[in-house]
């Protein structure tokens, strides 16, 4: 059996930041959002920039509308930016921009905190989809 994963290809339906959760697009095949508060979790955006840094008119983004959305699918470790602070191990949901927040009673859970951090630090996360 075979170690060897493939990543779906998605293309952004919108501006995606780095460290994000990203959702499906309800309306679009293979197209991927940045995630609304409590949205069901198919991913994390890559860290790094869609364009070279340092270029004229280069952008910080992950991706942006209409172009590839490289992520880390479910099952993956990663870095995640957090809305709020949270503790190692917490299960963590989407806030209103994709940042990771401590996920509470009903709301869809995005993955696990390894370590614990503040808003606005990226922390590592396993990636996982599911109702709490």
């Given amino acids: 059996m075979s170690g060897y994963v493939t990543t779906p290809n998605l293309m952004a339906g919108g501006d995606i930041e780095p460290c994000r959760f990203i959702m499906l697009h ?3 095949d293979e197209t991927a959002l940045q995630p609304t508060a409590n949205a069901q979790v198919y991913g994390v955006s890559w860290e790094g920039s869609y ?3 340092g270029l004229p008119g280069a952008v910080t983004r992950a991706a942006y509308s209409g172009h590839p959305c490289p ?11 957090l809305g709020a602070s ?4 917490a299960e963590l949901a989407s806030d ?3 940042r990771g927040v401590t ?3 009903g709301q869809n859970v995005g993955g696990v905190a390894e370590q614990s951090g503040t808003i606005g630090q990226r922390i590592r ?3 996982l989809s599911k109702a709490k």
């Fill in 26 to 28: 309800t309306a679009n």
């Fill in 51 to 53: 364009d070279a840094p």
């Fill in 71 to 81: 992520f880390f699918p479910i099952g993956s470790y990663c870095l995640l930016e």
């Fill in 86 to 89: 949270v503790t190692r191990g």
């Fill in 96 to 98: 209103s921009v994709g």
């Fill in 103 to 105: 996920a509470t009673t």
């Fill in 125 to 127: 996360l396993l990636v």
